[in-house]
């Protein structure tokens, strides 16, 4: 059996279990909200940790909070930072308008920690409140905004590491073979020759394309409301406290915060945010898109394409043997689904604030975080067990490219598009390579053929 405490709150009486860190208000919300099992990401709570630590240190500067009061947050939030009390965030990803739930599931966390450090006992509040002493001078609606804004920050930090890398990969691929010929398709048809390189190239700078728009969108996330309390006044916080927290926060988390301009909007506006998220929608679909065509260009292995050779990981098939499937890649395009998905959700709750507050912010505090983890671990596994371990199929490639009838696109300068067109005719009715039905037309020497069908040439841009 379980042993309680009696807290209290404005409401009145709560049975708190005896161990826990949190209080009255948070065990309210454990009972109000059993939705989905899902606990707060670990990027919001360290920066909502983060948050209260340099807040702690601003009030303690300016005189708002006794110096052993601060000292003891500070250190509360650092013991917390450092992993101890995991389970003590408790509150469901879907609860409370604005967040209120996790700003006081983080307060009493905190407040008793501190209680106990001063040599306190955990509930009592007498030495360090939740309210009045680690919430000094706060919001939920400036700090949950702020935190928002932290989280996606810290995870961006994981996640660029990870793009990088899968870049990297492509570009090893498109120099190890920058002249290798492979038809091209377009409409699942014949189209133009191009190299593996080309292709791998292509996918390479489609994924720098993504990260600079994330880097970009990532500035957009730098300034901060916090200091703007319930509305944007800042009532209820100190003069000299808003610089101060904003410039600790900075210090404390290695990114280049800043106080934002207008208070007002930036408590209630998510737009930030869902440029953000939209730079991640944008990354998923690129990245959806190349997993796709990895999918695509490694099936068969007899009755598909089979221009990729990809490493086995693990049996395909519960029934048929030796089939090995291209799972890295599947697994990428359900992860790139998802962050689809996720940012969907994220504009509409970004579309739903009301007047000075947004109150479906949590939801962000989730979605956000958990897109950016999926991807950090999916290139991860893309890179590292497929596309670091992938081969073209050279030989297939040049056959496929030299049997393509697209090749008489090469005789349009020279013939006409009609002409060009009548030939590659000939070839389907008479289920003959291109270079035949061309011989056949008389038009061309042999030395004139050669030329014009040069595939590696084909694949070759004129200068601009």
């Known amino acids: 059996m379980q042993d309680f405490r009696t807290e209290k709150d404005s409401l009145g009486e709560v049975a708190v279990p005896v161990s826990a860190l949190y209080g009255a208000q948070t065990a309210r919300a454990v009972a109000n909200f059993p939705i989905s099992g899902i606990r707060p990401h670990r990027w919001f709570v360290r920066a909502t940790l983060e948050l209260k630590k340099a807040s702690a240190r601003a009030n303690g500067e300016i005189g708002a909070l006794k110096p052993e009061q601060a000292h003891a947050i500070v250190q509360a939030c650092d013991r917390l930072l450092a992993g101890e009390f995991p389970d003590q965030f408790v509150v469901d990803i879907y609860q409370a308008g604005a967040g209120t739930s996790h700003n006081m599931n983080a307060n ?26 680690v919430n000094y001078g706060q919001s939920t609606n400036d700090t949950i905004p702020t935190s928002l804004r932290v989280a996606a920050l810290l995870g961006y930090k994981e996640l660029q590491p990870e793009l990088d890398r899968l870049i990297a990969a492509f570009e090893k691929l498109a120099a190890k073979y920058p002249n290798a010929v492979k038809a091209g398709r377009t409409h699942l048809q ?6 593996f390189g080309q292709e791998f190239g292509g996918w390479a700078a489609a994924l720098r394309n993504s990260r600079a728009r994330l880097d970009d969108a990532t500035r957009h996330l730098h300034p901060l409301p916090l200091g703007g309390s319930a509305a944007g006044t ?22 280049q915060l800043e106080n934002a301009d207008d208070l007002f909007a930036a408590m209630w506006s998510l737009t930030p945010l869902t440029h953000f998220s939209g730079a991640l929608r944008d990354l998923a679909l690129d990245l959806g898109k190349i997993a796709s065509d990895i999918r695509l260009l490694a099936s ?22 030796g089939k090995v499937n291209p799972v890295l890649a599947e697994m990428t395009n359900m992860v790139c689904c998802q962050v689809i998905g996720l940012d969907t959700a994220v504009v ?59 090749l008489v696109t090469a005789l349009n300068r020279r013939i006409g598009y009609a ?46």
């Open 190 to 195: 014949d189209a133009v020759p191009l190299t």
């Open 108 to 133: 009493e966390v905190i407040a008793n920690l501190a209680e106990e450090i001063l040599g306190g006992k955990r509930g009592a509040y007498k030495l360090v409140n939740p309210n009045d002493h």
């Open 234 to 255: 800042g009532l209820g916080s100190e003069p000299g406290y808003r610089s101060r927290a904003v410039r600790y926060l900075s210090e404390q988390t290695s990114l």
């Open 300 to 321: 068969g292995p007899r009755t598909g394409f089979g221009e990729l050779n990809l490493p086995a990981v693990q049996p395909g098939s519960s029934i048929m043997p």
């Open 419 to 464: 002409a060009a067109a009548e030939i590659a005719k000939l070839a389907i009715k008479e289920n003959i390579p291109v270079t035949e039905a061309v011989k056949r037309s008389g038009r061309f020497s042999e030395a004139e053929l050669k030329e014009l069908l040069d595939l590696l040439a084909l694949t070759r841009q004129p200068e601009p």
């Open 348 to 406: 509409a709750a970004a579309s739903m604030g009301q007047l000075e507050l947004n109150v479906m912010m949590p939801l962000l505090g989730w979605d956000i975080p958990h897109m950016e983890e999926i991807l950090i671990r999916a290139m991860h596994q893309l890179a590292e067990r497929c596309v670091e371990g992938m081969t073209a199929d050279t030989g297939r490639g040049l056959a496929f490219a030299s049997s393509s009838l697209a």
